[in-house]
Structures are given as structure tokens and as C-alpha cells.
């Protein structure tokens, strides 16, 4: 079993910066990526951005140059890092732990982000 803790996010002026992390405890072997996703009000939950375990990343063209995402093998860890944030980043931000089976697929709490204008 893998329990995802989320943690960072909060409140933010537009063209600032937060980071969110995002830690897997419990038997993480079958993990192969991490992904964040984001909901933001009366919208559908979107995917922001992805790392495997080889370091390969995407991103959804909203947040391409603005937002990276990174792994720290050492703790465990997933940040996503975002800069020059724009009110429509507003959002409930989760966190995904996934592998290749069904089975292994762990959702963090989700935290919320806001960026006023």
C-alpha cells in the first residue's frame, strides 16, 4: 500500500510563485510516474504535468515554460514548481502515483491553489 501526502499551495498574487510537494510512503516500488492534476470550479479535473522514474516529463501547453516538475529519488518526493502564475491556475491541485498495473494508481489529498489577480 502507497500513502500519498500532499502539502504546499495556498494563496499567491498573479506573475508570483508556489511550490507543491508531493510524497509517497508504504511500498513505492510499483511506481513508474507521478503526475499533477488540477480542478478548478465547475470544470473537469485536468492533467498538468508528468515525471517517470527515468525523468521523462510532459506538460499541458498552459503551463509549459511556467511550471516544472521534479523528482527527489532520495525522499521520495514530487515538486511542482510554479512560477509566473495566472489567476486561471486557480485550482484544486492533485497529486498521482501510478504504475503500470490498475492497482497501483494512489491520489494525493489535493490542496488548493489561489492566484488573485
Known amino acids: 500500500q502507497v500513502h500519498v501526502m500532499q502539502s504546499g499551495g495556498g494563496l499567491v498574487q498573479a506573475g508570483g510563485s508556489l511550490k507543491l510537494s508531493c510524497a509517497a510512503s508504504?511500498?513505492?516500488?510499483?511506481?513508474?510516474?507521478v503526475g499533477w492534476y488540477r480542478q478548478a470550479p465547475g470544470k473537469e479535473r485536468e492533467l498538468v504535468a508528468t515525471?517517470?522514474?527515468?525523468?521523462?516529463?510532459y506538460y499541458a501547453d498552459s503551463v509549459k515554460g511556467r511550471f516544472t516538475i521534479s523528482w527527489d529519488n532520495d525522499k521520495n518526493t514530487v515538486f511542482l514548481t510554479m512560477n509566473s502564475q495566472k489567476p486561471e491556475d486557480t485550482a484544486v491541485y492533485y497529486c498521482?502515483?501510478?504504475?503500470?498495473?490498475?492497482?497501483?494508481?494512489?491520489w494525493g489529498q489535493g490542496t488548493q491553489v489561489t492566484v488573485s489577480s
Open positions: 498521482n502515483a501510478k504504475g503500470i498495473t490498475m492497482t497501483c494508481d494512489y
Open positions: 515525471i517517470s522514474t527515468r525523468g521523462t516529463t
Open positions: 508504504g511500498d513505492t516500488t510499483c511506481i513508474s510516474a
